[in-house]
């Protein structure tokens, strides 16, 4: 028989004043830039922004005359692109701190069995993101500038300006790392009953085509990299539909039914 007498609420009693939240949110964004700093200082130590410049460079440079190097066409573009690469560099590596940050200032407001898949959701995204840049850095790149170069005409010399390379592959990255976020949006979607999984099932097709237009409007007017963006959204989309059933489960509440899976 089950149990008439109502469960107290577990955050009753947890309120707090509106600036005390103003503090806590100075507090994590304090701590977050205090990360993101002292990975900037780390890496400047070692490999240092001239290291890192020659690692971004690496895929363009690999379709480039053997003695070419890439150009610095603005007067203080030698001192602003390194310290950018380095900031840039700085936040990648302190991705799984930030977002640890933001779980943490939201977290007092979570139920338990809410709090239990905040961390593995930071882990799950953050690795995505890592795989997305990954994935940019080590094929997108390569490809892309291999398909461009071959319309380069033999009486044309191609020295891009290192401050617009930087540009674009900032642009990647971050298309990249937001697109390979696909699972986790599917999961949430699925897990805060926003969506069904045969519902998020019967909207794949339309998804297909969205992922197409979202790399055609983020990527370089080349089909090599809106391929290599939309086709991975599509891989992904399917794979978060898997995972959902599993998360939603991981993290229901003990006392809510088991209907985000049934259908």
Known sequence: MADPTPKADELAGTEQPFVQHLVELRDRILYGLAGVVLCAIGLAIWPGPGGLIDFIAVPIRNHMPPDAKLIAVGVFSPFFVPLKVLLMSAMIVALPWLMYQMWAFVAPGLYSHEKRFALPLIFIGSMLAYVGIAFVQFF????????IQGFTP???AATPDIAS??????????AFGLAFQVPVVVMLLVRFNLATIQQLKDFRGYFIVLAFVIAAIVTPPDVISQLALAIPMC???QVGIWGASWFSRF???PEEPEAADKT
């Open 165 to 174: 390379y930087v540009q674009a592959i900032l642009s990647l990255y971050l």
């Open 154 to 156: 033999d009486s044309v």
């Open 235 to 237: 891989l992904l989309y």
């Open 140 to 147: 997108v790149l390569d490809q892309m500038f291999f398909f």
């Open 251 to 253: 993290s229901r509440a």
